[in-house]
């Protein structure tokens, strides 16, 4: 039986340094048509998801501002800076950034939620 090769769009990593969260270029593709992202963590299952808004969405009033965050596209990869973003994400899956480096996660789109979805088990 033959196996095709076939690449995977939907999957990739999540990048998470001092004062910001990067997303590699499959992720981000998943995103370009995003106007803000809200993010949650689930610290029993260890997941972090970002939920993708439309402007719509964003601009319904039925999400508080301070929870929008803006995400920064570029050719190959999107970025949020925030740093009490990294701080919460930290504070939840109990890790710290080393001071000149970062921690990397693999995630995965999930097409039908519009959510990308890191697993915070292990760094990679």
Not at 20 to 28: D, P, R, S, T, W
Not at 79 to 108: A, H, M, Q, Y
């Amino acid at each position: 039986m033959l196996e095709f090769y076939d690449y995977d769009n939907f999957s990739g990593y999540i990048s998470i340094y001092k004062n910001y969260l990067l997303l590699n270029k499959n992720l981000v593709n998943t995103f370009n048509d995003c106007y803000r992202i809200r993010i949650a963590c689930d610290k029993e299952n260890k997941k972090l998801y970002l939920f993708k808004l439309n402007k719509d969405e964003a601009l319904s009033g039925i999400y508080s501002e301070s929870s929008l965050l803006k995400l920064s596209i570029t050719k190959s990869y999107g970025r949020i800076s925030n740093s009490n973003v990294i701080d919460f994400i930290c504070n939840v899956f109990k890790f710290n950034i080393p001071k000149e480096g970062f921690l990397k996660f693999n995630g995965r789109y999930d097409d039908q939620k519009k959510v990308i979805i890191a697993d915070m088990e292990e760094a990679v």
